[in-house]
């Protein structure tokens, strides 16, 4: 069950870094659609999704540490699909690029992803995890240029989003239905709200501060994080 969970949560990561790339070999045969001419939307077409990947770790991380690992990956699972189905669903280019950001920005596998492998796997092993992590996330952009130029060819441009959104969709009903929390410090929680109500909500050093102030610390400490500590 542990590899399974593993597994789940690498194969996300790589429909998300596969669904990156997979824009490039059609984003002429998009333009000519839409019939423009633009290079800046060229461009904006595969860079905008980075633009979003990197909002997303701020916000799905401290949220994995506030209510654990598994809502805030199966709620992300669910807009990265539905985004993606608005991206292939597009009817202009600007709806097509805002749907990129957006899908972009509901990556949460690559943030939450880590924290799992950390929770499963104790210190010495976490290493060969990390590693099929990082390889399965490094296999998204070589086959994904491969995977568009032939569905871009054969089948339009818009099977290049569909095919991503089919697989993507099948990969999180399978973390919805595999994958229980991880986190110790949400299943203590949950374990001492059963034992007593009043209690269990927070953690000790939190008692005192209210449910914004944990949250707003959560999201600033990778700021403060990237700022203090570069």
């Not at 690498?10 to 423009?36: G, K, N």
């Not at 709806?95 to 690559?110: C, K, Q, Y």
């Not at 110790?184 to 939190?206: F, H, I, N, Y």
Request: glycine residues 6%; proline residues 7%.
């Amino acid at each position: 069950p542990i590899i399974l969970k593993v597994k789940a949560s690498d194969c996300c990561a790589r429909e998300s870094q596969l669904s990156t790339i997979i824009a490039a070999p059609v984003s002429p045969s998009i333009l000519a659609h839409f019939h423009s001419d633009n290079a800046l939307y060229r461009t904006l077409i595969v860079s905008i999704w980075e633009l979003g990947e990197i909002v997303a770790p701020l916000l799905w991380g401290p949220l994995s540490e506030l209510y654990g690992r598994q809502w805030p990956l199966n709620i992300a699972n669910l807009f990265f699909v539905a985004f993606l189905a608005g991206t292939a669903a597009s009817t202009s280019i600007q709806m097509l690029i805002a749907f990129r950001f957006l899908s972009g920005a509901a990556t949460a596998a690559s943030a939450i992803g880590p924290g799992i492998v950390s929770d499963l796997f104790p210190e010495e092993s976490r290493g060969r995890a990390m590693s099929i992590m990082s390889l399965t996330g490094a296999l998204g952009p070589v086959v994904g240029p491969i995977i568009g130029s032939y569905l871009g060819e054969k089948a339009g441009w818009r099977w290049a989003f569909w095919l991503p959104t089919i697989a993507t969709g099948t990969l999180s009903l399978l973390i919805l239905v595999v994958y229980r929390e991880t986190y110790s410090v949400t299943l203590q929680k949950r374990k001492a709200r059963q034992q007593s109500p009043e209690s269990g909500s927070k953690s000790p050093e939190d008692t005192d501060k209210t449910a914004s102030q944990v949250f707003f610390k959560a999201i600033l400490r990778p700021l403060r994080l990237l700022i203090r500590s570069p």
